[in-house]
C-alpha cells in the first residue's frame, strides 16, 4: 500500500505477506508441501545458518506457506513476527519455555482453559518451571508474587467459563517495570481486542479456533510485539542476554538486531522449535489462512447472534444466570468496555435453575447445537463443564473456576439466530 496509513483487517486479512507468487503468480498462497530447500550455493547456506541471513532451511523450522500466515497474524496483531506451531499448547508451552527454565518462574491468572492449567501445574512444573496462580480482580496479585527468577506474567484476554476480560494495561506495566513481559493468550478475542496494543509483549493463539473458523485443523501462533525491551533487563532476561550454548553462543538481542526487533520469536524457532519439533504443516497453514480471509465477517456474525442469545437467555424462566461480558456491571463491565471493541464475543455461559441434572437434559435434548469440547466453530456449540471438561474436579474446585452445576458454555455460531434462538428454546423446555 502506497500511503503511511495502515490497512484495516478486513484488508490485512486478505493481502499482507503474500502478493501473487513470484513463480507462478498465483494469487491463493500455494501449499508448499517440500520438507527441505536448495541453497544456492555453500555461502548462501552458510549465511542462512548463520541467521545473517533469514530463508528456508527445513520444514520443520520455517515453510513459505507457513511464513504467510505468520506475517498475517503479525500485521494483524500488531505485531513484528510469527512463528506457527502444530497446537495452541504448543504455543504455550514455547511461549514460557523460550524465557523460563528449570528454577525460574512464571505468575500466570487463574482464569485459564484447562488444558492450560494441566500444562502450567504438572508438566511445566516437572520441568522446573513454577507457575504461581494469581486471581486478576487485583491486578497488584502480580506484583505481589514476583521475585527475581520471575520471568513472565500469563493470562487469557476473555477466559471462559467466567468470561472477565483481563486487565492488560494494568499487569502489563506493573510487568514493564521489572523487565517482565506480558503474555497474552487472545483466542478467544481475535479482532475484537489486540493486546499489544494494551501493553502485553507476546499473543499466543490457538489457531483452532476463530482463525481457522471451520472447526477442520489445530494449530498455535506466537506473535512477537517487538515492543519490550529485552536488553533493557539482562539480569531478569538471561537467556535472551547471554551466550546460548545451544545455537554457537548467540546472545540473541544481539544476533538478531540486524533483523530487527524480533529476537524473542527467532530464539523461539531456532532453538525450541528446532529441538522439539512441534511444527504445523503446510496444509494446515493453508487452511488457516483461508479461515483468515473471512475472519472479520466471522467475527460480526459471532459477536452480533452471541449478543442475541445473551439477551434471550437473561430473564428465561429456567436460566438462573447468564453470563455474558455485555451483560456485567461495575470493574467486570468496565474491563470488558475498555479491552474488547466491537463486539464481546462469541462465547456465552448461563447456569440452569434446575442444576446439574438439568444441565444433562439441556445438552442431550439440543438438535441444532454440536456437543463438543470446542469454540470458535462456525457451526453453534454447546457443553456442560460439569459432566465434561471439569468433571475430573471436586465440586470446590469447580466452583473456583466458575463452573457450577447448572452451568453450559455456548459459543454461537454462523447459523441463522432464529435457528439457533428456536434450538436453545426447545432444550430449556426439555431441561425441566
Ligand atoms: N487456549 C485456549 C483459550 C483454548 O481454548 C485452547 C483450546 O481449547 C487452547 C489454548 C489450546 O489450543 P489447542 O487445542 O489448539 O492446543
Known amino acids: 500500500m502506497s500511503s503511511n496509513r495502515s490497512p484495516r483487517p478486513e484488508t490485512i486479512v486478505l493481502h499482507a505477506g503474500h502478493r501473487g507468487d513470484p513463480n507462478t503468480g498465483s494469487v491463493a498462497v500455494p501449499i508448499h508441501q517440500t520438507t527441505s530447500y536448495q541453497f544456492r550455493d555453500t555461502e548462501h547456506a552458510s549465511n542462512l545458518f548463520a541467521l545473517s541471513e533469514l530463508g528456508n532451511i527445513y520444514t520443520r523450522i520455517m515453510n513459505p506457506t507457513q511464513a504467510v ?27 514460557l519455555q523460550n524465557v523460563a527454565h528449570a528454577g525460574d518462574n512464571v505468575v500466570s491468572s487463574t482464569d485459564l482453559y484447562g488444558g492450560t492449567w494441566n500444562l502450567f501445574a504438572n508438566t511445566l512444573k516437572d520441568q522446573g518451571i513454577e507457575v504461581r496462580f494469581v486471581d486478576p480482580a487485583d491486578p497488584e496479585n502480580f506484583r505481589r508474587a514476583i521475585d527475581d527468577r520471575t520471568r513472565a506474567f500469563y ?36 479482532l475484537i481486542c489486540r493486546p499489544l496494543d494494551h501493553g502485553a509483549a507476546v499473543v499466543m493463539y490457538s489457531t483452532t479456533k476463530y482463525i481457522g473458523g471451520h472447526g477442520t485443523s ?7 510485539g517487538g515492543n519490550f525491551d529485552w536488553e533493557a533487563f539482562p539480569e531478569r532476561q538471561p537467556y535472551l542476554n547471554r551466550p546460548d550454548p545451544s545455537y554457537h553462543g548467540a546472545v540473541w538481542t544481539e544476533a538478531v538486531k540486524p533483523l530487527g526487533p524480533i529476537a524473542y520469536i527467532i530464539k ?38 452471541a449478543a442475541a442469545v445473551a439477551d434471550f437467555l437473561n430473564g428465561h424462566a429456567r436460566v438462573a444466570k447468564t453470563i455474558y461480558p455485555g451483560l456485567m456491571v461495575g470493574e467486570e463491565r468496565r474491563r470488558a ?17 434446575g442444576g446439574r441434572e438439568a444441565g444433562r437434559k439441556f445438552i442431550d435434548a439440543l438438535e441444532l447445537l454440536f456437543h463438543v469440547a470446542n469454540i470458535g466453530d462456525a457451526r453453534s456449540l454447546a457443553i456442560h463443564p460439569a459432566t465434561t471438561t471439569h468433571s475430573q ?35 430449556l423446555a426439555a431441561a425441566g
Do not use: C, W
Not at 218 to 224: F, H, M, Q, T
Open 69 to 95: 500466515f505468520e506475517d498475517r497474524m503479525a500485521a494483524l496483531e500488531g505485531g513484528v513476527a510469527g512463528l506457527a506451531l502444530a497446537s495452541g499448547q504448543a504455543a504455550t508451552a514455547f511461549s
Open 155 to 190: 493470562a487469557e484476554t476473555l477466559p471462559n467459563p467466567k468470561l472477565h476480560v483481563f486487565p492488560i494495561r494494568e499487569v502489563a506495566d506493573i510487568g514493564r517495570e521489572y523487565g517482565i513481559p506480558l503474555i497474552m493468550d487472545n483466542t478467544a478475542a481475535p
Open 218 to 224: 489445530i494449530g498455535g501462533l506466537l506473535i512477537d
Open 268 to 305: 523461539a524457532r531456532t532453538t525450541l522449535l528446532r529441538d522439539l519439533g512441534a511444527a504445523t504443516t503446510p496444509m494446515n497453514a493453508f487452511l488457516f489462512l483461508q479461515g483468515l480471509e473471512t475472519l472479520p465477517l466471522r467475527m460480526e456474525r459471532h459477536n452480533a447472534n
Open 337 to 353: 468496555d475498555a479491552y474488547l471493541d466491537g463486539g464481546y464475543g462469541a462465547l456465552v455461559g448461563f447456569e440452569l435453575a
Open 393 to 427: 474436579l471436586s465440586q470446590e474446585e469447580q466452583a473456583a473456576t466458575g463452573v457450577t452445576p447448572g452451568y453450559v458454555r455456548l459459543s454461537i455460531g454462523l447459523e441463522h439466530i432464529d435457528d439457533i434462538l428456536a434450538d436453545l428454546d426447545q432444550a
